[in-house]
RNA sequence: AGCGAGGUGGAGCAGUUUGGAGUGCUCGUCGGGCUCAUAACCCGAAGGUCGUAAGUUCGAGUCUUACCCUCGCUACCA
């Protein structure tokens, strides 16, 4: 059977409308998905709301509404965004689904009844007004270290220290103010040490494990797991399906993951497909993408969930992000910082634009900035210059010359023929850098490609060739050439942007097969004849003054 | 505080796995060319004691140690 690529990217929580930096490995993965399909894979590319939690219900009881048509509206939103972004998802699923709650109960009775849950009696703040239990968060006080106010329940922002929330001076519930009580409560663990020796090994003889997602685990493996606590008191979200816990849920962590599968089952029983082909079967390799703060989640918790049973597959490979911060600072929704991706689409500006400014900004090897200069710099002189404007110039002189008839690969001088050895070598490093989570490398890669095709240009005049009655045949080589490195460029930059590339795919080589155009790793020429009837530039340039604007704005 | 990641020309990044002359890329700057194209394109140049200090080595951006700075995690935020 051939091999099979499942691809996540970590749950969005229902709560958060996603900014600039939570997006990131939304594009990273749709971007990597795009690549593997231009290689020819077989890739399924799974992605949704991760809806349990506190803040579900108090986000629901202060809208007044079920928790069900609360997530219910919010994951339209998060759909409508997505599909704005041109994310294309197979699947966009929900931890509220049946599935997902059918399959959390089977893999925590799997891990049950193998020993690997424990039940400890944890103390807990409990706020009578509200008849709630209280996350740390969710409670403030005075510092009992430094005396400042305001203080939550797990650190001081003052000074840094932890704090545990019982020891907090004139404790009060953050939602009404009211003074919590302390209580005690049996809870489950996911007994984490019993699983230390099994990943350790599994993630050292993972040689698709690098840096921080090799590291941190190691690290904290060395140090000694702590068992993880599982179930919350909470009435939204996957009942604990074991006596004496009737009242409670699974932590939101538990149940997130498992959503991965359940989208897939959901996914493959609406097409005649069975899901056990990419979650049971060996030859499937399952990729998850996230920020650097769900490393530990992706490579202790969910690991060993899955290790309930020999039969799921492990992650194979994770790719994990840095940062993307708004002018070196972080994005905040309640200070009003940044830019939301719900802000993104009243904007003026395309999805291609976005995603080429993030693409190029990638926070791959360390954290980086949004800047709107750098913004409005990476589409004029990157985007434009480099790419759209090659494009334009083309199809503005083959507008004036007529029709272009192509010719085979015979009549290539060196020079060309030395063009395409070098758009080969650009597919091969992009494909393996793509492979090796730098995207911002394969972008750089494609944006090489039409480089060479400005110097191809530039070097053959055929701005000159066109007025040249006895330089018809010539002209028309040098155009159906430039078309050709310019279907390259576009191929290369479809995963990226991929709204405008199509378009211009098929302006110039219609009935082109995006998929699979890289399957064998070569440059691609075009071999039908090329009408250009009408020449726009492919994008507007930002102005300084629109720029001006924005920085008001954000 | 502990653990993890990062610090490389004016800006942003590769390069560190396996040590071999500061090597490379994009933007910006400066000089020249071109006039098909959105002041776009092409050619050339300048610009760096690789966070700091010490050590190992014939040789360190790369290995070791200490320190400084940024970010993340530290187990009930998700």
């Not at 108090?58 to 759909?79: G, N």
């Not at 993972?206 to 997602?213: L, M, Q, S, T, Y």
């Not at 179930?231 to 816990?245: A, E, F, Q």
Request: glycine share 4%; net charge positive.
């Amino acid at each position: 059977m051939a091999k099979k690529y499942l691809i996540t990217s970590a749950l969005p929580y229902i709560n958060n409308i996603p900014h600039l930096g939570n997006f990131i490995p939304l594009l990273r993965s749709d971007i990597h998905v795009r690549i593997k399909k231009l290689q020819g894979k077989d890739v399924l590319y799974i992605c949704a709301t991760d809806e349990s939690g506190t803040r579900t219900e108090i986000e629901a009881e202060k809208k007044h509404m079920t928790e069900e048509q609360y997530c219910k509206i919010m994951h339209k939103k998060f759909k409508e965004i997505l599909d704005w972004f041109s994310i294309d998802l197979d699947y966009f699923g929900r931890t509220s689904s049946k599935s997902n709650h059918e399959l959390t109960k089977e893999i925590f009775m799997d891990l049950n009844k193998q020993g690997y849950i424990c039940e400890k009696e944890v103390t807990l703040l409990y706020c009578p007004d509200c008849k709630r239990y209280l996350p740390d968060s969710y409670v403030e006080g005075t510092c009992p270290h430094c005396k400042t106010p305001g203080a939550k329940g797990d650190q001081c922002d003052a000074c840094s220290k932890f704090i545990n929330p019982e020891e907090l001076i004139e404790p009060k519930c953050k939602l009404c103010g009211q003074k919590p009580t302390v209580k005690k409560d049996k809870h489950l663990f996911l007994d984490l040490p019993k699983f230390s020796n099994k990943l350790k090994k599994y993630i050292e003889e993972n040689k698709n494990f690098h840096g921080i997602e090799r590291n941190l685990p190691l690290a904290w493996i060395k140090e000694g797991l702590e068992p993880r606590c599982i179930s919350r008191n909470l009435k939204w979200g996957v009942k604990i399906p074991i006596k004496g816990y009737e009242d409670k849920v699974f932590y939101v962590w538990f149940d997130a993951p498992i959503g991965y599968i359940a989208a897939t089952k959901d996914y493959c029983d609406k097409n005649n497909l069975n899901y056990k082909d990419y979650w049971q079967n060996k030859d499937t390799q399952i990729i998850h993408f996230m920020g650097k703060d769900n490393v530990p989640f992706h490579t202790i918790i969910w690991p060993s969930e899955l290790m309930s049973n020999k039969k799921w597959n492990l992650p194979s490979r994770i790719y994990s992000n840095e940062f993307l911060n708004y002018l070196s600072g972080k994005f905040s929704k309640s200070n009003n910082r940044g830019v939301f991706c719900d802000d993104v689409l009243k904007l003026k500006y395309n999805s291609d634009t976005w995603r080429f400014y993030l693409s190029s900004v990638l926070p791959e090897g360390k954290d980086s900035d949004f800047e709107w200069q750098e913004f409005m710099d990476k589409i004029n002189n990157e985007l434009i210059a480099n790419y759209a404007n090659f494009a334009y110039r083309i199809i503005s002189i083959a507008k004036r010359f007529g029709e272009i008839t192509p010719l085979t690969e015979e009549k290539l001088n060196k020079s060309e023929k030395d063009i395409l050895k070098k758009i080969k070598e650009n597919i091969a490093n992009y494909l393996n850098e793509n492979t090796r989570g730098n995207l911002k490398e394969a972008l750089r890669n494609a944006l090489n490609v039409s480089s060479l095709g400005n110097q191809y240009f530039q070097e053959n005049k055929p701005w000159e060739l066109i007025k040249d009655d006895n330089k018809k045949e010539e002209a028309n080589h040098v155009l159906w050439f430039s078309f050709s490195i310019l279907l390259n460029v576009s191929l290369l930059l479809h995963p990226f942007i991929p709204t405008k590339t199509k378009e211009i795919i098929n302006l110039i080589a219609p009935g082109f097969s995006i998929n699979n155009a890289l399957k064998d790793k070569k440059p691609s020429i075009i071999n039908k004849n090329i009408t250009i009837t009408e020449a726009k530039p492919l994008f507007a340039k930002i102005e300084e003054e629109e720029i001006k604007e924005l920085k008001k704005k954000f």
